[in-house]
């Protein structure tokens, strides 16, 4: 049984190609955590965790076996547990989301989840000796890497890249308000086109949107910016009152380095899935 304090829902990998439909790709917002807690229990890199933005969650385990908790304020393990035991799993203070993953994947209903206790099921297995990710840090300082967007030009492109930018309380699955110092602001009005995931969007009053894995596939706002693929766990570990500091790259460097991410995390799931 589980009891929720805080924001959670079911998650597995972003899945693309209904876009056209009106359809976002969904999924974790933070991929890195939510892959490496589904190796540490054996799972596949799809399959579903429990996602938890700065929330404190008690379970009760109704067999023994175990679970992985990666991610912010997480121990980044795979520990056992008994039937019948109960575990507390306490907010980060620094980072948003944490990923709990269950051998076979987390199942429940949504609905019960908002009713703020659910019935984890996953797959009954031994429990197991207690496995921790090496390297693995939720905190970087280090700027957020950002692709120029169609718009750029119709802004003022330096304000933005090397403005204050402050993450605010307006934050969801959706997307990410930041406020910008100073403020971008425009009359400018375009008709709708398609928006991606990780788009910067600026509306009217000069403060940048970041869309998240839930938002909205269409948008009017100039887009200014794109946080490419592997930078979007990092906006998705964003906090109110976290100060935001981006870096340019353009298209080339940006294949390059999604590139070397996706290998660099699919070797990391791979030798933390040979010790589950």
């Keep these: 049984m589980l ?3 805080g924001s959670a829902s079911i998650q597995g990998l972003p899945e693309y190609g209904r876009r ?4 976002p790709p969904g999924g974790a917002f933070d991929i890195e955590a939510c892959t490496l807690a589904n190796a540490l229990v054996g799972n596949s890199e799809s399959a579903a965790c429990l996602e938890m933005a700065m929330a404190t969650v008690c379970f009760e385990a109704v ?36 990923y709990l993953a269950m051998p076979g994947g987390v ?3 949504s609905s019960e989840i908002r009713k703020g206790s659910v019935l984890l099921a996953g797959d009954e297995r031994p429990p197991a000796r207690t496995r921790r990710l090496e390297g693995y840090s939720v905190g970087k300082t280090t700027p957020i890497r950002i692709i120029k967007g169609p718009n750029a030009g119709l ?7 090397h403005g204050s930018l402050v993450c605010t309380h307006e934050m969801d699955r959706m997307g990410i308000r930041l406020s910008a110092t100073p403020a971008l602001k425009h009359d400018i009005e375009l008709v709708s086109e398609p928006s991606v995931l990780g788009t910067i969007q600026i509306p009217p009053n ?8 839930d ?21 998705g570990q964003l ?23 996706r290998q660099a995390l699919s070797r990391r799931w791979r030798l933390s899935t040979a010790t589950a």
Excluded at 155 to 161: A, P, R, T, V
Excluded at 206 to 213: A, D, N, Q, S, T
Excluded at 240 to 254: C, F, I
């Design 206 to 213: 000069g403060h940048p949107i970041v869309l998240g894995p």
């Design 239 to 261: 906090r109110p009152g976290e100060t935001v500091e981006l870096a340019e790259v353009d298209l080339t460097e940006a294949r390059d380095i999604g590139r070397q991410w």
């Design 155 to 161: 802004l003022d492109w330096e304000s933005f890249s």
């Design 3 to 5: 009891e929720l304090f």
């Design 20 to 23: 056209a439909f009106g359809v």
């Design 63 to 98: 067999m023994s076996g175990c679970f992985a908790w990666v991610g912010a304020g997480a121990d980044q393990a795979c520990r056992s547990v008994s039937n019948g035991e109960r575990i507390i799993l306490q907010a980060p203070e620094h980072g948003c989301r944490s």
């Design 107 to 109: 199942r429940a209903e």
């Design 215 to 235: 938002g909205p596939t269409i948008g009017g706002y100039p887009k200014i910016a794109v946080v490419p693929e592997f930078e979007l766990h990092r906006i």
